[in-house]
């Protein structure tokens, strides 16, 4: 079992940037697979991005060049760096280990 919080959301301006952090209960060593997901009110999760212990990442296509996964086991924490930021990334985001664990998710709004 794991806590996933997350954290780093907030309100802002088309083209700024937000890191989301993920910060897990205990070692996230042993989850190969972590990954973020975000999701439009009444819509399904959307994934975003994942990276496993080796630092192999996958990205979406909507986000890839503009977000960046990364992990630091030593500290049980996920991050992703959003750049250029759109308001059409205003949702939830969602931070997952193995498609098991989720946390709460923090709120990106971006204004136009």
């Known amino acids: 079992q794991v806590q996933l919080v997350e954290s780093g959301g907030n309100l802002v301006q088309a083209g700024g940037s937000l890191r989301l952090s993920c910060a897990a209960s205990r070692s996230i060593f042993s989850f190969n697979a972590m990954g973020w997901y975000r999701q439009y009110p009444g819509k399904q999760r959307d994934f975003l991005a994942r990276?496993?212990?080796?630092?192999?990442?996958t990205y979406a296509d909507s986000v890839k060049g503009r977000f960046t996964i990364s992990r630091d086991n030593a500290k049980n924490t996920v991050y992703l760096q959003m750049n250029n930021l759109k308001p059409e990334d205003t949702a939830v985001y969602y931070c997952n280990a193995e498609l098991i664990y989720w946390g709460q998710g923090t709120r990106v709004t971006v204004s136009s």
């Open positions: 990276i496993n212990n080796g630092g192999s990442t």
